[in-house]
């Protein structure tokens, strides 16, 4: 397919409308009411989900977690742990193992043991994303440049990386990056895979709008520019993840756009590290 066609709107119109044909044609024969308690569980599952990682996934919650346990064991991990040389870094492994424990572990977990389904059918498979290719590169583009425009502002630049120790050392850069990579591994399976997807049968295109929704509440932390842009992002994202039948390539997208944003942003003040530890 062209990049004249991929930019055309009339062409996702005509997406939109498979995807209802298809939801349509699936549901024929099924039981309706089996159907809707499907949604009630999707639904539930993912408000439980959002619900554990906004609240649990904050550093804060280790003191919390260390203080009662040096209660019960008489140990010092608190003063450890506020002493500690990575206690900065300690503390994004906590919001990284959340992130992966409400947005992929739980999800997955609720997919084969509620819904009792395959998680390939949540595109957690390569599928098509090699015949969308054309896609997911004129979606990152503008973001890239964007990106790269954006780093020479203070703004972004005291945003990015949101660990401030990266610069320190490949160890921390490599460490953060990591931890981060696997944050998008988690809410790409999340939004573009199980909410898309899991309601995407009796909702048909209309799945990718309720999964915007809760999308866009995750950014509001971000920069507003950022958060605006979710809006628009999340919806293509889903339109690819629907037509390639993965995740992976939404996948490949953050990564490429985040790594970019946080080297151009180290680049332009901190520079990049110069040994491998601190």
């Not at 921390?172 to 573009?192: C, G, H, K, M, S």
């Not at 309601?199 to 920069?223: E, T």
């Amino acid at each position: 397919m062209s990049i004249l066609q991929w930019l055309n709107p009339r062409r996702i119109v005509d997406y939109l409308r498979v995807f209802d044909e298809q939801a349509e044609q699936e549901r024929v024969g099924l039981d309706q009411h089996n159907e809707k308690r499907r949604v009630w569980y999707v639904i539930a599952v993912a408000c439980l989900c959002l619900l554990l990682v906004h609240y649990v996934k904050y550093s804060n919650n280790i003191s919390l977690v260390l203080t009662w346990w040096d209660t019960l064991t008489d140990s010092n991990l608190q003063r450890w742990y506020r002493s500690h040389e990575y206690r900065e870094l300690i503390g994004y492994v906590w919001w990284g193992f959340w992130n992966l424990a409400g947005f992929l572990f739980i999800p997955m977990l609720a997919i084969r043991f509620i819904l009792r389904d395959s998680l390939a059918n949540y595109g957690w498979q390569k599928g098509d994303v090699a015949a969308h290719w054309l896609g997911y590169v004129l979606l990152a583009s503008p973001i890239l440049c964007f990106a790269v425009i954006a780093s020479f502002g203070n703004d972004f630049s005291r945003h990015y990386p949101f660990y401030k120790m990266a610069h320190a050392s490949w160890f921390d850069l490599l460490a953060w990056e990591t931890i981060y990579i696997l944050q998008f591994v988690a809410v790409e399976f999340f939004f573009r895979g199980f909410l898309v997807n899991g309601l995407r049968r009796q909702f048909g295109s209309l799945s990718i709008a309720v999964m915007c929704l809760p999308y866009l509440m995750l950014h509001f932390p971000k920069l507003w520019p950022e958060s605006f842009g979710a809006i628009l992002f999340g919806f293509f994202l889903g339109v690819l993840a629907l037509l390639s039948r993965s995740i992976w390539g939404g996948v490949g997208v953050h990564v490429g756009i985040a790594l970019t944003m946080d080297i151009a942003a180290l680049l332009q003040t901190r520079g990049l590290p110069d040994s491998f530890w601190r």
